[in-house]
T-cell receptor
Framework: AQSVTQLGSHVSVSEGALVLLRCNYS??????LFWYVQYPNQGLQLLLK??????LVKGINGFEAEFKKSETSFHLTKPSAHMRDAAEYFC???????????FGTGTRLKVLA | NAGVMQNPRHLVRRRGQEARLRCSPM?????VYWYRQLPEEGLKFMVY????????ESGMPKERFSAEFPKEGPSILRIQQVVRGDSAAYFC??????????????FGDGTRLSIL
């Protein structure tokens, strides 16, 4: 069975500081992995996806994530936080050839001025 | 989001009433997925539909919930005799093909359902 664990339901960083949001997955088959961002009262917007090509994936808004099979991790990073990055971030896993996304419980990012 | 359209954005119902949530997929997408997000939780898969077919409803509660995706018109998620525990955000997603084909699911802005 697949699962996703996001460590830290709330993360606060100062504006300009490094953002690190953690995601660990469990999958018996090679996974596809995603990070989505959700702004208040909006839907989910895709930040980036890993589909077994390059292990370092670059997404929108300056975010990137690295797939580490040995650690079963797919942590999301951004070198310098901006106020507009304040939102909730969800990690999701999906097996190749299937459609059912398994989401983590989300991490709410707060950016301090 | 110029893609997946959901309406209404907010829906208030009293216990025992029916709730109907609509989803129009992105143009060219024929596969629709419904997810539910309870407060402080991630999204949970409910049902996967293609036009006129339910492919997988393993995440749907056994009673009161139903979904359809007719040949014409939007997909509908229907909740009969709503209870307080149905209060949640319901998201619809769509994709051009079924199964993962390197094209991720695109999500709508959701319907926030509140039960009084």
């Amino acid at each position: 069975a697949q699962s996703v664990t996001q460590l830290g339901s709330h993360v606060s960083v100062s504006e300009g500081a490094l953002v690190l949001l953690r995601c660990n997955y469990s999958s018996s088959v090679p996974p596809y992995l995603f990070w989505y961002v959700q702004y208040p009262n909006q839907g989910l917007q895709l930040l980036l996806k890993y589909t077994s090509a390059a292990t370092l994936v670059k997404g929108i808004n300056g975010f990137e994530a690295e797939f580490k099979k040995s650690e079963t991790s797919f942590h999301l990073t951004k070198p310098s936080a901006h106020m507009r990055d304040a939102a909730e971030y969800f990690c999701a896993v999906c097996s190749s050839g299937t459609y059912k996304y398994i989401f983590g419980t989300g991490t709410r990012l707060k950016v301090l001025a | 989001n110029a893609g997946v359209m959901q309406n209404p954005r907010h829906l208030v119902r009293r216990r025992g009433q029916e709730a109907r949530l609509r989803c129009s997929p992105m143009k060219g997408h024929s596969h629709v997925y419904w997810y539910r997000q309870l407060p402080e939780e991630g999204l949970k898969f409910m049902v996967y539909l293609q036009k006129e077919n339910i492919i997988d409803e393993s995440g749907m509660p056994k009673e009161r919930f139903s979904a359809e995706f007719p040949k014409e018109g939007p997909s509908i998620l229907r909740i009969q005799q709503v209870v307080r525990g149905d209060s949640a955000a319901y998201f619809c997603a769509s994709s051009p093909f079924g199964g993962f084909d390197n094209q991720p699911q695109h999500f709508g802005d959701g319907t926030r359902l509140s039960i009084l």
